[in-house]
């Protein structure tokens, strides 16, 4: 089982819609970011957790660290939100200290 | 401030030759990481980097390596290139202040013939 799983693995929304995508965890952390890549783009950061939720703009990340669950919602997508989401945790101990695993990521698609 | 940069963007060898990648972090970042992302196995951790010192290692066999430079600049190195070896290469650099928050480079895409 991977350390980190995300879901759905591919999302298609109207242009509009309330997305959220899902992403659980097995492992201690001290962080779990939230990372968008476009196609043949590089990736960006879009949060950094290790408590609660945050927001920029349309976007809002939650995590729950009792239960290693976190949430992407989009309000209001675009289609140029379509992207590739990808979740990130960053290990809190043992030998994997510091180490970044990543999920399979989730590929949104938005259409007009 | 400028990004984190990567040189080259584009690359092609044949297997068996080897390679030399590079980052160059962002100004007063001492942390760089390297990763490897494939449409198979997605992002996969491969080393970190703070002052010189590889501080973290993931599972991958001793052809990947890397240094880190007194002026934090980074160059990850591919020994007897395979065909699974073609990938996107990510670097990312973070500061002492805020380690958690990587940046992330556009990435030098590797194809091996």
């Known amino acids: 089982k991977n350390e980190v799983e995300q879901s759905p693995q591919n999302l298609t929304a109207q242009e509009g819609e309330f997305i959220t995508i899902n992403c659980s965890y097995s492992?201690?952390?001290?962080?779990l970011h939230w990372l968008q890549q476009h196609p043949g783009g590089g990736i960006v950061s879009l949060f950094m957790?290790?408590?609660g939720k945050k927001k920029h703009g349309r976007l809002i990340a939650t995590i729950n660290i009792q239960e290693k669950h976190s949430s992407l919602h989009i309000t209001a997508s675009h289609p140029r939100d379509s992207a590739v989401y990808i979740c990130?945790?960053?290990?809190?101990?043992?030998?994997?200290?510091?180490?970044?695993?990543f999920g399979q990521g989730t590929i949104l698609t938005v259409h007009p | 401030k400028a990004g984190v940069t990567q040189t080259p963007r584009y690359l092609i060898k044949t297997r068996g030759q080897q390679v030399t990648l590079s980052c160059s972090p962002i100004?007063?970042?001492?942390?760089v990481s390297w990763y490897q992302q494939t449409p198979g196995q997605g992002l996969q951790f491969l080393f970190e980097?703070?002052?010189?010192?590889?501080?973290n290692k993931g599972n991958f066999p001793g052809r990947f390596s890397g240094r880190q430079f007194s002026n934090s600049r980074s160059e990850m190195n591919v020994s007897t290139l395979e065909l699974g070896d073609s990938a996107l290469y990510l670097c990312?650099?973070?500061?002492?202040?805020?380690?958690?928050?990587?940046?992330f480079g556009p990435g030098t895409r590797l194809t091996v013939l």
């Open positions: 990312a650099s973070s500061s002492i202040s805020s380690y958690n928050e990587q940046f």
């Open positions: 492992v201690g952390i001290s962080a």
């Open positions: 957790l290790s408590s």
């Open positions: 990130a945790v960053r290990h809190a101990g043992g030998t994997s200290y510091g180490k970044l695993t």
């Open positions: 100004s007063g970042h001492r942390s």
């Open positions: 980097y703070f002052s010189e010192t590889q501080r």
